[in-house]
C-alpha cells in the first residue's frame, strides 16, 4: 500500500513509522495507548510516502498480543488506505462550512430586514409597525390590562421651520433616549411617526401611572443644546386603559388619541385620560363640527346686529355685526357655543367672509330707506389677517361708503413675530382703502402699549367683564378710568361693551366714555328686526341721555 519494502519497517516501533500532519493532542492519545497496552480501532492519520513525498490517509486497528505468560509481545493489526474517503468528507465538512457561512450571512441579512421592517431609522425605537403589531398581541389576554400612552411633543413644527429638520432630528433623539429613561422596561416605546411616540404599559396603576407620565413631562421639558443655542420641548400624553377584553388595539390607539386631543386642547405640557365621559363629550364635539360644516354650506349662518349708543346724543353711533347659527337641530346658537369649532376645522376665515359680505349689504340697504349706519363694526379672525386677499375683498365687498366700515381685532391678536408682519402689512392696506380698526376686549390682560402703538387702532371697546364691576370694584373702575384716560392722551375713541344699567351709563359718562354697547339699549338681533328697531328708534334718548 504504501510501496515501500517490508524490511524497511520490521523493527521499528509505531512512533518512528513515518507520518504526516496529526494533531498534537491525537497522537499524543494514540501514543498513549500504546504505552498502556490497549487496543485501538480506527485511528486514521495523514501519511508521506517515503519513495514519492505523497500524502494519502490510512485507517488503522490493533490489538495487543501477549504470551501466555502474560509478557507483551507487540500489536497485530490492520491498515487500510481511506484518501477517498477522507477527501470526500473533506469536501463535504468544507461545503457544510461554505452553507453554515451562507446560511449565517442570510440569517443576518433577515435580522436586518427586520429589524428595518420593525424599527425606527432615526431613534432606535419600534417603529408603528412593530407597536400595533405588538399591542396586538397584549389585547385581549384575560387578566391582562393594558394601558397606551399616546405622546405628541407641543408646537414641534415651529422648531423644525425655525431651526431645521437636523434639529429637529436630534431632539427626537434626545426625547427617545428620556421616554426609554422614564419608562425602562417591560414598558414598550416606539415612535409612531413625526413627532408622535407611544409607550405600552401593562398593568399599570392609574394614579401611578399619571404620576410617571408628568414626571416624563418634566424631563422632556428640559433644554436640548443645539450648537450654540437650545430648545425645551413641550409634551402631552394621552392614556388609555384596557379594562376589558374586548378592546382591541385599534380601540385602544383611539382613546389614548382622542385623550391625547383633550391634552392639548387643555393647555398642552399635561396628561389626560381616557374615560367615557370624555368619549361622549368629544362624541358631541364631532357631531357639532359635522352639523357646523352642513350649516355653512345650508346658509344657517345668519348675521345679527346690536347698536351702540352716543349717550351724549341720544343717537346711534353704530352696530356691531355678530354671527349666529341658525342651527336645524339646535335653534340660535352664540358665537361662543360653535366659534372653537369653527377654528378646529379652519373655516373660521369662509364664516368672517360671509359675515363681512352680509353685513355691508344690510347696511348698503338701511342706507338706501334713509337710515345709513354711522359706523359697522365687523369682527374679523387672526387667520383672515393674515391672508392677503382680506384687503381685495374689502375693496369688491364695501362699494357704498354711506357707512364707516370698522374691523374689530380681538385683544388675544398678538402682533410680535413673523406672523407681526404680515398682520401689520394688512392692516395699513385696510387703512388706505378707508377701514377703520377697533381693539375688541380690551382689559383682558393680552394687549400691550406697544401693540397699540403699532395697530394705532380708532377705537377701544372696554371688555364687558370689567364694565359688569364697574360699580362695585374699585380697582376695576380705576383700571376703566386709566383705560379711557390712555385711549383719551393717544386720540383712540372708546367704546364700553356690556352696559346693562342706567348706573354704567351714568358712571361711564363721568369717566368720560360716551359710546356704549349693550343690554341697557338692545341686546343683538337679527337683520329684519334691527331694521325695525332702527326704524322706531328716537333721534334722541331724551330719557336716558
Not at 481511506?82 to 441579512?109: D, F, I, M, P, Y
Not at 399616546?150 to 425655525?162: C, E, G, T, V, Y
Request: proline residues 3%; negative net charge; aromatic residues 6%.
Amino acid at each position: 500500500m504504501v510501496g515501500v519494502p517490508a524490511k524497511n519497517f520490521l523493527g521499528k516501533s509505531r512512533v518512528q513509522l513515518p507520518r504526516g500532519q496529526i494533531k498534537k493532542d491525537l497522537w499524543k492519545a494514540h501514543v498513549a495507548d500504546f504505552d498502556s497496552r490497549r487496543p485501538f480501532r480506527d485511528f486514521t492519520y495523514q501519511a508521506i510516502r517515503p519513495d514519492d513525498g505523497s500524502v494519502f490517509w490510512v485507517s488503522t486497528s490493533g490489538q495487543p498480543v501477549f504470551s501466555k505468560a502474560g509478557q507483551f509481545l507487540g500489536y497485530r493489526g490492520t491498515g487500510s488506505d481511506v484518501t477517498a474517503e477522507v477527501l470526500a468528507r473533506q469536501q463535504l465538512e468544507q461545503s457544510n462550512a461554505e452553507l453554515k457561512e451562507r446560511n449565517a450571512e442570510l440569517l443576518k441579512a433577515k435580522s436586518t430586514i427586520e429589524r428595518m421592517a420593525y424599527e425606527d431609522a432615526l431613534t432606535g425605537l419600534k417603529n408603528r409597525r412593530a407597536m400595533e403589531d405588538e399591542l396586538g398581541r397584549k389585547t385581549g389576554r384575560n387578566g391582562c390590562s393594558t394601558t397606551v400612552l399616546h405622546m405628541d411633543l407641543d408646537r414641534f413644527k415651529q422648531i423644525n421651520d425655525a431651526l431645521g429638520h437636523a434639529a429637529g432630528d436630534e431632539v427626537l433623539r434626545v426625547v427617545a433616549e428620556r421616554l426609554r429613561a422614564c419608562f425602562p422596561p417591560p414598558a414598550s416605546i416606539g415612535r409612531m411617526g413625526g413627532d408622535e411616540f407611544i409607550v405600552l404599559v401593562q398593568g399599570a396603576d392609574p394614579e401611578a401611572l399619571l404620576n410617571q407620565t408628568k414626571q416624563a413631562i418634566h424631563n422632556i421639558r428640559q433644554a436640548i443644546a443645539l450648537g450654540e443655542g437650545s430648545v425645551s420641548p413641550g409634551a402631552s400624553f394621552g392614556i388609555a386603559i384596557s379594562e376589558t377584553s374586548e378592546d382591541s388595539a385599534q380601540q385602544l390607539l383611539s382613546k389614548a388619541d382622542l385623550a391625547l386631543y383633550e391634552a392639548k386642547a387643555l393647555g398642552r405640557n399635561r396628561a389626560e385620560i381616557f374615560t367615557p365621559e370624555l368619549h361622549d363629550r368629544l362624541a358631541q364635539e364631532k357631531e357639532l363640527a359635522r352639523d357646523l360644516q352642513l350649516g355653512l354650506q345650508s346658509n344657517e349662518i345668519e348675521v345679527w346686529f346690536q347698536p351702540q349708543i352716543d349717550a351724549r346724543t341720544g343717537c346711534i353711533s353704530g352696530a356691531e355685526a355678530l354671527m349666529r347659527w341658525n342651527c336645524r337641530q339646535r335653534g340660535i346658537l352664540a358665537p361662543d357655543q360653535f366659534m372653537p369649532t369653527a377654528e378646529t376645522l379652519g373655516i373660521m376665515p369662509q364664516i368672517d367672509g360671509f359675515v363681512l359680505r352680509e353685513a355691508l349689504a344690510f347696511a348698503s340697504q338701511m342706507a338706501d330707506i334713509g337710515h345709513a349706519l354711522p359706523r359697522l363694526s365687523v369682527n374679523v379672525c387672526s387667520d383672515r389677517l393674515t391672508d392677503g386677499s382680506i384687503v381685495e375683498d374689502v375693496r369688491a365687498l364695501w362699494l357704498d361708503r354711506r357707512t364707516q366700515l370698522s374691523f374689530e381685532l380681538v385683544e388675544t391678536v398678538t402682533f410680535d413675530g413673523d406672523m407681526s408682519e404680515i398682520i401689520r402689512h394688512n392692516l395699513d392696506r385696510l387703512r388706505e382703502t378707508g377701514v377703520s380698526l377697533e381693539v375688541d376686549d380690551f382689559g383682558t390682560g393680552h394687549a400691550s402699549i406697544t401693540a397699540l402703538l403699532q395697530v394705532e387702532p380708532d377705537f377701544l371697546k372696554i371688555d364687558r367683564s370689567l364694565i359688569a364691576n364697574l360699580l362695585v370694584d374699585l380697582n376695576c373702575r380705576r383700571l376703566v378710568t386709566q383705560v379711557i384716560d390712555m385711549a383719551t392722551a393717544m386720540n383712540i375713541g372708546v367704546i364700553a361693551a356690556g352696559v346693562e344699567t342706567q348706573e354704567q351709563v351714568e358712571c361711564l359718562a363721568d369717566l368720560g366714555c360716551h359710546q356704549l354697547q349693550g343690554f341697557y339699549y338692545a341686546a343683538a338681533m337679527s337683520a329684519p328686526c334691527f331694521s325695525d328697531y332702527v326704524k322706531g328708534f328716537p333721534k334722541r334718548l331724551a330719557a336716558r341721555a
